[in-house]
């Protein structure tokens, strides 16, 4: 196989091949390792690739393959980081100058288990700083791009894992999701990209952007791969205050199950009357909905709170818990942030104490709301971003787009999430839905997500990057 | 809320970009506004450290 088709290469095939001895782990790590050094340069995804240690764990992996000792789907799969994971003697920067010089002394717990899975780790992405702010140029290195048209935004704050996997330079990587930075790119970059239910996945070792918000998530080109990839960083974490004590449901022995007879709420208001979408992304949404009508699906409308109410609730809650993170270098080296990152934390300094405490009362309101709805449905299909990605340097509207979206209620709200990619824009930028259903029905959303993936052809589509 | 005097730590932020203090002010009562208010005393605050209400 060329190193492109390797790069594109699904975990379920190369899995199935690795395990037949028909691709060594070897082979396919040098494969990704050259396309990064070709590909990378146009698209900046990555700020580290560790490219020797990489060899070293596909030796291993090959070595314990051939000798019988195969671990599961995962052993000898190539996988990518985001760059605020903690990676045990290995820089971990946030992207930031104030970072730069950061090597931790333990891996995060969920670079620990893709380690225990047998993944090959091939290096760190980049993220918007500290996982907030938005693509900048005034921090140390440049800002990822979008691999469907490098002039555009790759969404963020998880930009780096997106455009690496949506450019076949990984099959998988670890994003973060705290007011959407797991979805946001997947649907920017046409990926699959779960944001699992809060407690799901340990967030020890991961850099807090807002604790009670914060949520660590499978970046992916199919839904399969995802639900693998979940399946082997879900779990209980005695080194996570917010670990949930929740058995980890087996995430693909019903994945084929279909969508016949499912009741599905289609959450229209979002995109049509609260935040009016792009006429390309309404028609994709419907159409994708049609999709699952046809596979047998009982579609209904859904209202639910207005997604400004629901995201400045998020907000006040992000924020005050970031100022609280971020105050001390925000008065030592306020020069050392992004312009970007220090616009947007700083309302945090102005909030009182009530304000916080009542946007936690408010999130109570919410969520009796949402568990009543989600006694109706098996899940809910919304808009993920109400554009496609616009141009990387257009700031103001980069600005008025990343506001204009519907997955912060979901951090709220703890619920899990998957965005997925449904089509193209007009203009050849990938548009995307949301899946969302009850508490730690992760399964419940890829047996969904795959049931579309299956009749259509969306994620297979490659980008022109080469 | 939007009357909380500038923290005196902030004021090497203020000196970089005069206008950020007021704009952020301004963007930390909006979002303040957009809670609906009228919590009853007995209506407590979600915990933190919690998905659907079920943990």
Redesign the interface.
Same mark, same amino acid.
């Given at each position: 196989m060329s190193d492109v088709d390797l790069g594109y290469l699904s975990i379920v095939d190369a899995s199935k091949k690795l395990a037949a001895k028909e691709l060594s782990p070897v082979d396919l790590t040098e494969a990704l390792l050259r396309r990064i050094e070709a590909v990378d340069p146009q698209l900046d995804s990555f700020l580290l690739v560790d490219g020797d240690k990489a060899m070293a764990s596909a030796k291993a992996a090959e070595s314990a393959i051939q000798g019988g000792r195969r671990m599961g789907p995962l052993h000898g799969i190539p996988y990518a980081l985001k760059d605020i994971v903690d990676t045990a003697g290995l820089r971990t920067t946030c992207h930031s100058e104030i970072l730069k010089d950061n090597v931790p002394k333990q891996d995060a717990t969920v670079a620990a288990k893709l380690k225990a899975a047998g993944g090959i780790m091939l290096g760190k992405t980049a993220t918007h700083e500290f996982a907030l702010g938005g693509p900048a140029f005034d921090l140390p290195w440049p800002p990822a791009r979008n691999p469907w048209n490098r002039d555009h935004h790759p969404g963020g704050s998880s930009s780096g894992s997106g455009s690496a996997v949506a450019a076949g330079l990984a099959p998988m990587a670890i994003g973060t999701d705290t007011g959407g930075s797991v979805r946001n790119p997947a649907s920017c970059c046409g990926i699959v990209g779960m944001k699992a239910?809060?407690?799901?996945v340990s967030r020890a070792g991961v850099f807090p952007l807002s /604790?009670?918000l914060d949520h660590i998530g499978p970046m992916t080109r199919t839904v399969t791969d995802n639900a693998l990839m979940l399946q082997a960083i879900a779990g209980a974490d005695k080194r996570d205050? #917010?670990s #949930?004590? +929740?058995a980890v449901t087996d995430y693909t022995s019903g994945i084929e199950g279909g969508v016949n007879g499912l009741k599905i709420g289609y959450l229209r208001q979002f995109h049509e009357v609260d935040l009016p979408a792009h006429p390309d992304m309404a028609a994709g949404l419907d159409a994708a909905v049609d999709v699952l009508r046809s596979e047998g699906a009982d579609i209904q409308d859904v209202g639910f709170a207005p997604l400004? !109410?629901l995201? #400045?609730?998020n907000? +006040? &809650?992000l &924020?005050s818990e970031a100022y609280s993170i971020h105050? !001390?270098w925000? #008065?030592?080296r $306020? *020069?050392d942030y992004a %312009?970007a990152t220090?616009?947007r934390i700083? $309302? =945090?300094? /102005? /909030? =009182?104490a009530a !304000?916080y405490? !009542?946007?936690?009362? *408010? %999130?109570?309101?919410y969520?009796?709301r /949402?568990?009543k709805m989600m006694e109706d449905y098996d899940v809910i299909i919304c808009a993920s971003s109400m554009d496609p990605a616009c141009r990387i340097d257009d700031e103001p509207e980069v600005d008025r787009t990343y506001g204009r979206q519907a997955r912060t209620p979901f951090n709220l709200?703890?619920?899990p999430a998957m965005a997925q990619p449904i089509g193209f824009s007009k203009d050849g930028m990938p548009l995307s839905m949301q899946i969302v259903s009850?508490?730690?029905n992760e399964a419940m959303i890829y047996r969904v997500g795959r049931a579309f993936e299956r009749v259509t052809d969306w994620t297979n589509q490659r980008p022109p990057v080469g | 809320m939007s009357d909380i005097p500038l923290p005196p730590a902030l004021e090497a932020a203020h000196a970089l970009d005069p206008e950020l203090i007021e704009k952020s002010r301004a963007h930390a009562a909006r979002l303040v506004a957009g809670l609906e208010g009228g919590y009853k005393p007995d209506e407590e605050p979600a915990h933190i450290y919690q998905a659907g209400g079920s943990q």
């Open positions: 239910t809060y407690g799901r /604790f009670s205050t #917010a #949930a004590n +929740v400004a !109410d995201a #400045a609730t907000r +006040v &809650i &924020i105050r !001390d925000l #008065a030592s $306020p *020069q %312009k220090r616009d700083m $309302p =945090g300094a /102005f /909030f =009182g !304000d405490v !009542d946007a936690l009362r *408010q %999130k109570t309101r969520l009796a /949402f568990n709200l703890g619920a009850r508490a730690f | -």
